[in-house]
């Protein structure tokens, strides 16, 4: 059964304030809580959703990119990651460019002097060319 939370006990449960629950809302990083006046109320899913910002924080992500991350995913891909402890930090989501598919998850590959190399993290094709490409770049970084 979901745990129904007051304001005040999520931000004890999360170890942040209230005021941040609020500013997180407001942002579109949480959703809206349930009920209205004195029965408002929060969810396991906004416990979770607040535990995996502050993990995507400790990896020094801006409120932005995790809104990018965070609002696309499940409640149990929520808690999966939390669980695992396995933040990505080179995965990007495109939402709203022409270039990509909205919802589309990218990989980053850093190669050097501010070249990057972003491709598609559901195509394995595109991971076997971008292996490729990371080995030949290296190569020639060295001559």
């Known amino acids: 059964m ?12 999360a170890n942040v304030t209230k005021r941040t629950i609020y500013y997180y809302v407001s942002r579109g990083l949480l959703p809206s809580p349930k009920g209205a006046g004195v029965g408002t109320y929060y969810s396991d899913e906004h416990l979770y959703r607040i535990l995996l910002i502050k993990k995507l924080q400790e990896n020094y992500l801006p409120l932005d990119e995790i809104k990018k991350r965070i609002t696309i995913l499940t409640l149990e891909e929520v808690k999966q990651i939390i669980e695992e402890d396995n933040i990505d930090q080179n995965t990007i989501v495109y939402e709203d460019s022409s270039e990509y598919n909205v919802g589309d998850v990218y990989k980053r590959i850093k190669l050097d002097y ?7 993290s559901d195509n394995p094709n595109a991971e076997d060319l971008v292996r490729k490409l990371y080995k030949h770049s290296k190569m020639i970084e060295e001559d």
């Open 2 to 13: 979901e745990e129904a939370y007051k304001i005040g006990e999520l931000a004890d449960e």
């Open 114 to 120: 501010g070249v990057e190399i972003h491709y598609c």
